[in-house]
Nanobody, 115 residues
Framework: QVQLVESGGGLVQPGGSLRLSCAAS????????MGWYRQAPGKQRELVAT???????NYADSVKGRFTISRDNDANTVYLQMSSLKPEDTAVYYC?????????WGQGTQVTVSS
């Protein structure tokens, strides 16, 4: 089992920045990728960014140039630095970890972009 705990969400004004963190614990051996997804009210969960282990990040078109995903392997933590935030970025953000046989999800952290 892998446990994922997100933190760093909150209320921010348009144009502002936030950094989300996702700490992984448990049996983290064999994780192939970690990533961030989000789900806005009434919408399906969508990909924000993924980072394959030892690979290059991938971003949704809507966040390219504004969001950066990174990983601290020593701390078993993945980050999502979000800048130039827009109201349409408002959502619950979920961290995930992918192993060949299973995908794990965190509980989510709310990000609200509003003036």
């Amino acid at each position: 089992q892998v446990q994922l705990v997100e933190s760093g969400g909150g209320l921010v004004q348009p144009g502002g920045s936030l950094r989300l963190s996702c700490a992984a614990s448990g049996n983290i051996f064999g994780i192939r990728a970690m990533g961030w997804y989000r789900q806005a009210p009434g919408k399906q969960r969508e990909l924000v960014a993924t980072l394959p282990t030892g690979g290059s990040p991938n971003y949704a078109d809507s966040v390219k140039g504004r969001f950066t995903i990174s990983r601290d392997n020593d701390a078993n933590t993945v980050y999502l630095q979000m800048s130039s935030l827009k109201p349409e970025d408002t959502a619950v953000y979920y961290c995930n970890a992918i192993r060949p046989s299973q995908t794990y999800w965190g509980q989510g952290t709310q990000v609200t972009v509003s003036s």
